[in-house]
T-cell receptor
Framework: DVKVTQSSRYLVKRTGEKVFLECVQD?????MFWYRQDPGLGLRLIYFSYDVKMKEKGDIPEGYSVSREKKERFSLILESASTNQTSMYLC???????????????FGAGSRLTVL | GQNIDQPTEMTATEGAIVQINCTYQTSGFNGLFWYQQHAGEAPTFLSYNVLDGLEEKGRFSSFLSRSKGYSYLLLKELQMKDSASYLC?????????FGAGTRLTVKP
């Protein structure tokens, strides 16, 4: 089974702090994604990456950046955390670029971030 | 705009059947996914529909009508472990849009 591992399950940070959320997948997937999940809003795409050193903005990239230096690792960075970034952050990976029934997103368990 | 709507919460009884609906309005359509997410855990893939009709996988079935912009997930012989959130997601080209999820509670 593909495993997507997020390093921190729970984090509490202060406004203005720099926050790193790490994600590692172990099945050589080329595509990796960062979503945030908020009640009533569903999953919203922040950033994604189709290859090492490549990144593309999703629907809500403001206030976030990402880094993909190695194929298996995709990091989400909050340069200066704000209270409205309190959320559940989900990392996902997918083998191929095009989604299908045979090529689905595999998610990590999530990182719950609280910004005080 | 793009809308994906599903009920916020549902409750059903162990052993019963429950149908979770999802309606969508998107500029394009290339497939519809259902995911299950237990509290505090990762969403896991349940089903994928790209053509109209019913796809059956054991106790779970998913139906799609593209002309109506409508899908449902049918869960039979409900078990307590089916208590979870169920996420509907629509694929448009390579852009995946998620609904807010339906939280299902199964009671004894």
């Amino acid at each position: 089974d593909v495993k997507v591992t997020q390093s921190s399950r729970y984090l509490v940070k202060r406004t203005g702090e720099k926050v790193f959320l790490e994600c590692v997948q172990d099945m050589d997937h080329e595509n990796m994604f960062w979503y945030r999940q908020d009640p009533g809003l569903g999953l919203r795409l922040i950033y994604f990456s189709y290859d090492v050193k490549m990144k593309e903005k999703g629907d809500i990239p403001e206030g976030y950046s990402v880094s993909r230096e190695k194929k298996e690792r995709f990091s989400l960075i909050l340069e200066s955390a704000s209270t409205n970034q309190t959320s559940m952050y989900l990392c996902a990976s997918r083998r191929d670029r095009i989604s299908s029934g045979a090529n689905v997103l595999t998610f990590g368990a999530g990182s719950r971030l609280t910004v005080l | 705009g793009q809308n994906i709507d599903q009920p916020t919460e549902m409750t059903a009884t162990e052993g019963a059947i429950v149908q979770i609906n999802c309606t969508y309005q998107t500029s394009g359509f290339n497939g519809l996914f259902w995911y299950q997410q237990h509290a505090g855990e990762a969403p896991t893939f349940l089903s994928y529909n790209v053509l109209d009709g019913l796809e059956e996988k054991g106790r779970f079935s998913s139906f799609l009508s593209r002309s109506k912009g409508y899908s449902y997930l049918l869960l039979k012989e409900l078990q307590m472990k089916d208590s979870a959130s169920y996420l509907c997601a629509v694929l448009n080209n390579n852009d995946m849009r998620f609904g807010a999820g339906t939280r299902l509670t199964v009671k004894p």
